[in-house]
């Protein structure tokens, strides 16, 4: 259920905790975007065989890993400061939680900023870019509703995108299977299908994170703790 | 450096922390323990094609789950009830951080036990085998000394787990290029290596997780955060 901010960071322990909390959540948001940027430069560069914009990936990801570091001291700080009561205090630590799944996600598209260095030195746009093209939208569209998820404390949207995680793995099944077809066909495809094979996992986890990140938004609205909870169970708690 | 458990847990807000935090500490190395043996376990099913004892270890993944939420659960009350300073917050959150790392090591050991059960269905050891028996001693050994290293505050052998997993990055690298060459051999050596393959990815994330836990370790020890940070920094820290 969608509910407005108010109802849940208002009537905590303090006034100065919501506004600690309000810039926390802002820097969580903000390093969402980088970490989406990456991984949209990421694909952009895999597709065009651009390497100068993958080395920029490479680049930026050490400014992702510090965003991680100062978000994880800021919440510590809140917390002595505050002294939160438990409720409020687990807001704070799913924030924490959600920053490792993002630079996570930074991982994911570093690694896939490689493999388009690889591919681009061999030429030729491999078999399995149709599939790349295809999960890497349907991922980067979970991870920006996750991120506007927990922006507008959307627990159907969070949802949503736990759905859509299942169609994403089955995505990658038959892709990974495609693949494995064609390096049978000639062994001169092997090389090249399996640095796409590693681009497809990597896309896989970044569609796990998001995953998690809506599991912790749905924690934050609701109240529960959801983590290794089937959906359906979850698809109750959010429509109750 | 390796400190006594008094000269890190000692001194703290108050005796009551300082139970609290050894009860932590002791449910992070028992679920340690239980996620190293399902990785053992789920190793020796894929050598042995004991699809029993994949299954079991599949089964066991529920186990490993509910424990970290129940790891997280105890930590969370433990900061609400103390209300810690900085640096003993830290050292709790530390723990939360260092569970998800062992919980996802718990979710590599149950991709190597499916990819037990598939490849046990093929018969015939594939190849591969040599090296996924020898990077996975090496990676049990990395998360044994990780843990190891986190019951006795030993910041030294944290150091030497990171400095080996830099080694196992190495040995992946050449078992996944010697995999690729077997492949290109004869097709019908693709679906196999394939599964091999995903084994041995699992296994150098197992490393990743170790990895990720010493840096904790070291951070509960000498007080600096050195996620992200270049071996030979951390070494001059902890060599001081």
């Given amino acids: 259920m969608k509910k407005d901010n108010n109802s849940v960071y208002g009537g905590h322990t303090s006034h100065e905790f919501n506004e600690d909390l309000a810039s926390l959540n802002a820097d969580f948001l903000k390093m969402g975007y980088m970490v989406r940027d990456q991984l949209t430069n990421a694909i952009a560069a895999l597709m065009d065989g651009d390497g100068f914009r993958a080395d920029e990936v490479r680049n930026n990801d050490k400014i992702v890993d510090k965003l991680e570091l100062e978000i994880d001291d800021e919440a510590v700080r809140i917390i002595a400061r505050r002294q939160p009561a438990a409720i409020d205090l687990r807001l704070v630590i799913a924030v924490m939680k959600m920053v490792a799944d993002l630079e996570r996600v930074g991982d994911e598209a570093k690694k896939i900023a490689k493999s388009a260095l690889a591919l681009s030195e061999e030429g030729q746009a491999p078999r399995g870019y149709v599939e790349v093209r295809h999960i890497s939208n349907h991922v980067l569209e979970m ?30 099944k038959a892709a990974t299977r495609s693949l494995l077809t064609f390096m049978m066909e000639d062994t001169r495809n092997i090389s090249r299908c399996m640095s796409v094979m590693w681009v497809l996992r990597a896309l896989e986890r970044v569609g796990d994170h998001a995953c998690n990140i809506s599991e912790h938004v749905i924690f934050m609205v609701e109240g529960e703790d959801i983590r290794h909870t089937p959906v359906e169970d979850t698809e109750k708690l959010v429509g109750r």
Avoid: G
């Fill in 143 to 172: 991870l920006n509703d996750a991120l506007d998820a927990f922006a507008r404390l959307d627990s159907e949207l969070a949802l949503r995108v736990m759905k859509e995680d299942k169609i994403v793995d089955e995505e990658y």
